[in-house]
T-cell receptor, first 115, second 115 residues
Framework: AQKVTQAQTEISVVEKEDVTLDCVYETRDTTYYLFWYKQPPSGELVFLIR??????QNEISGRYSWNFQKSTSSFNFTITASQVVDSAVYFCALSEALGYSTLTFGKGTMLLVSP | GAVVSQHPSRVICKSGTSVKIECRSLDFQATTMFWYRQFPKQSLMLMATSNEGSKATYEQGVEKDKFLINHASLTLSTLTVTSAHPEDSSFYIC???????????FGDGTRLSIL
């Protein structure tokens, strides 16, 4: 069975601080996808990144960066110089590599960025 | 990018009413769509997987007679909450796969409130 653990329920930071959201996963599949989604207060889910299990390179996109470490089954997400607009719930998710596979979500981490 | 439209965004109705929620892929054909339910401050829980032209696959514990899913075309899936009761009040969100390729693209969700 697949499982995604986001141990941090809520994180509060002050604007311009860096923050890392942790994600640990469990799967028996050798090939899988990992995702991060952002859910602002308005409710919609915004896709941030997909990572294939064969690609362990870290990725940077603007202020966002992701650290994928297969050895520790972790896929952590760092926001550099956080902004108030980053306040949202962030979900880490896992699926089998087959396209039509379902997503297993973590419980989410609520990030509050205060001015 | 792939766009998924979900309608209505908010519904408030009396107990015993049946409510239909539509999920449309606007610029791609979605052979597979998913329906999720999210209670306040909780994660997304998959309710069912909907494949065009066939019966939906429901997750354990989800009543198929209560939550009717129809996926009659490659761009439209509907979820009908039949004889809704206050405990059905929740945030319902759909997603779609473009030719079964990840990532899932999410609609903006429907906030259902049963009085």
């Amino acid at each position: 069975a697949q499982k995604v653990t986001q141990a941090q329920t809520e994180i509060s930071v002050v604007e311009k601080e860096d923050v890392t959201l942790d994600c640990v996963y469990e799967t028996r599949d050798t090939t899988y996808y990992l995702f991060w989604y952002k859910q602002p207060p308005s409710g919609e889910l915004v896709f941030l990144i997909r990572r294939n299990s064969f690609d362990e390179q870290n990725e940077i996109s603007g202020r966002y960066s992701w650290n994928f470490q297969k050895s520790t089954s972790s896929f952590n997400f760092t926001i550099t110089a956080s902004q108030v607009v980053d306040s949202a719930v962030y979900f880490c998710a896992l699926s089998e590599a087959l396209g039509y596979s379902t997503l297993t979500f973590g419980k989410g981490t609520m990030l509050l960025v205060s001015p | 990018g792939a766009v998924v439209s979900q309608h209505p965004s908010r519904v408030i109705c009396k107990s015993g009413t049946s409510v239909k929620i539509e999920c449309r892929s606007l610029d791609f054909q979605a052979t597979t769509m998913f329906w999720y339910r999210q209670f306040p401050k909780q994660s997304l829980m998959l309710m069912a997987t909907s494949n065009e032209g066939s019966k939906a696959t429901y997750e354990q514990g989800v009543e198929k007679d209560k939550f009717l899913i129809n996926h009659a075309s490659l761009t439209l899936s509907t979820l009908t909450v039949t004889s809704a009761h206050p405990e059905d009040s929740s945030f319902y969100i759909c997603s779609a796969l473009d030719r079964d390729n990840q990532p899932q693209h999410f609609g903006d969700g429907t906030r259902l409130s049963i009085l």
